[in-house]
């Protein structure tokens, strides 16, 4: 049996875990926060600028550019956009899956934003030709700007057919929609 002394030492263990995981929980809900904010921010942008390639595509006749020609050689690229740790429940795996589900490995190279992501997919036999794991965290203009100079080179050199973009969709805390998205040849 425990002695008296042994048992006061493991309350405060114990305690002290609990003061702990309320202090990360707290951490958590404040980026959890700043997240959605920028999010929603710039949803709006990204909704208008889609509707407006689309209204003119379709309201245009024989435009002829190099981001609109389809049929090209090349192997498709895909953005997978995950986190760097586990413990997300099925965010990372729903969008490795989802990859998988759409994209042969064959034919498919990967620009992981997300250390999970690449794992997962590496351990599926994709090839990994970009990583971009440290920008997870704080994403800036000019990250985003050095992997489309990266994607697009490939693409205008004929490495590149086709580009995509898997990223999950954020609803609420709750529902998480993993996403899949054609972003070249626009169509």
Known sequence: MASMKEIKRRRESIQS????????KLVSTV????ARARAEESK????????????????????SHKYLKS???GK????????????A???NNNIIKLVSANLKKEDTVVYAVGRKGKEGLERRGYTIAG???EVINEPTYQDAADMTKVLLDGFAKGEIAEIYLAYTNFKNTVVHI??????LPIS
């Open 31 to 34: 980026k959890l926060q700043k």
């Open 178 to 183: 993993p996403t899949f998205l054609k972003l």
């Open 17 to 24: 875990t609990e003061q702990i995981t309320k202090a990360m």
């Open 76 to 87: 498709k690229a895909v953005i997978v956009i995950t986190a760097n740790r586990g413990l």
């Open 71 to 73: 049929g090209q050689k």
């Open 131 to 133: 990583e971009y794991s």
């Open 44 to 63: 709006p942008y990204f909704d208008l600028m889609y509707e407006t390639i689309a209204s003119i595509l379709e309201k245009s006749e024989n435009i």
């Open 89 to 91: 429940g099925g965010y």
